[in-house]
């Protein structure tokens, strides 16, 4: 199976920092990109799509590049409840199996 | 139900034996996923199911390893002849039109 690869951190920021995460992957073929969100010893939950134009929800803002292969994660204004890992999905297309990273893990401090 | 529910939600068993673990996808989610985590790594795939198709085995570990799903609705995954490499979060997720939720899954911790 194809793999999607991030830098597995953690990265430790302070309150109200910005913080950029990439994720490379290696299926051209893949349609469908998203950022996940896992709390420690929860299930991961959706945080965004990952739209070829961009796209921003708030604070957070994914970008994609087909021709590299490459999604990036912005979150700006860190917040404390913003500490998780965050994980890097990609598919094929709609309803084919999601292929996960292993994650980057953020620790926003007081 | 209103999301993805995964049954035991904590199983503890010895090794050698069998286990089966329940999915209850939401309703009207044609797709089906089980995942395996184990603690600290990330998601590894196990298998898919989509409708009428044949499933997707491809990531099962080993022929230990099998689900069933009926119709689209309730799913089971069975593990035979447990190991202790086996101990893990087994999450279960439904998706409909690209939309993916997941269960809270089973934490199988095997002795």
């Known amino acids: 199976r194809k793999e999607v690869e991030q830098d597995p951190g953690p990265f430790n920021v302070p309150e109200g920092a910005t913080v950029a995460f990439n994720c490379t992957y290696s299926n051209s073929a893949s349609q469908s990109f998203f950022w996940y969100r896992q709390d420690c010893r929860k299930e991961p939950k959706l945080l965004m799509s990952?739209?070829?134009s961009g796209n921003e929800d708030g604070r957070f803002t994914a970008q994609l590049n087909r021709a590299s292969q490459y999604i990036s994660l912005l979150i700006r204004d860190s917040k404390l409840s913003d500490s998780a890992t965050y994980l890097c999905?990609?598919?094929?297309?709609?309803?084919?199996?999601?292929?996960f990273g292993k994650g980057t893990r953020l620790s926003v401090i007081a | 139900g209103a999301g993805v529910s995964q049954s035991p939600s904590n199983k503890v068993t010895e090794k050698g034996k069998d286990v089966e673990l329940r999915c209850d996808p939401i309703?009207?989610?044609?797709?089906l996923y089980w995942y395996r985590q184990r603690l600290g790594q990330g998601l590894e795939f196990l298998i898919y199911f989509q409708g009428n198709s044949a499933p997707d085995k491809s990531g099962l570990p080993s022929d230990r390893f099998s689900a069933e799903r009926t119709g689209e609705s309730v799913s089971t995954l069975t593990i035979q002849r447990t190991q202790q490499e086996d101990s893990a979060v087994y999450l279960c997720?439904?998706?409909?039109?690209?939309?993916?939720?997941f269960g809270q899954g089973t934490r199988l911790t095997v002795v």
């Open positions: 997720a439904s998706s409909l039109n690209g939309q993916t939720f």
């Open positions: 990952v739209y070829s």
């Open positions: 309703s009207g989610h044609t797709a």
């Open positions: 999905v990609v598919s094929e297309r709609g309803n084919t199996p999601l292929v």
